[in-house]
Nanobody
Framework: VQLVESGGGLVQPGGSLRLSCTAS????????MRWYRQAPGKGREFVAS????????NYADSVKGRFTISRDNAKNTVYLQMNSLKPDDTAVYYC?????????WGQGTQVTVSS
């Protein structure tokens, strides 16, 4: 299993970014995909999830209404569209999949929200 995130960067408060996570090594279309984040000095926290067919999504309360998770099963890719970014969104963002009861993580992509 391999997960590769991209799309992070430095953005001003109120700005937008779109993260991507490209997956390989498993049947992408069969699994729920998740995004997590970890801010400096804090634990890793759930951000959003999307079911295998893309029908059902879930969000942390802190990002609800601002972030949108989606997936393109033809490209084995899951996205996280982040709008109205706040300094508190600054973190390393990780893509996650649980296959056969084991969690797999990407290397993470840094998102910094600052003026």
């Amino acid at each position: 299993v391999q997960l590769v995130e991209s799309g992070g960067g430095l953005v001003q408060p109120g700005g937008s970014l779109r993260l991507s996570c490209t997956a390989s090594g498993f049947t992408f279309t069969a699994y729920v995909m998740r995004w997590y984040r970890q801010a400096p000095g804090k634990g890793r926290e759930f951000v959003a999830s999307i079911t295998s067919g893309g029908i059902t999504t879930n969000y942390a309360d802190s990002v609800k209404g601002r972030f949108t998770i989606s997936r393109d099963n033809a490209k084995n890719t899951v996205y996280l569209q982040m709008n109205s970014l706040k300094p508190d969104d600054t973190a390393v963002y990780y893509c996650n999949v649980r296959v056969l009861a084991r969690d797999y993580w990407g290397q993470g992509t840094q998102v910094t929200v600052s003026s």
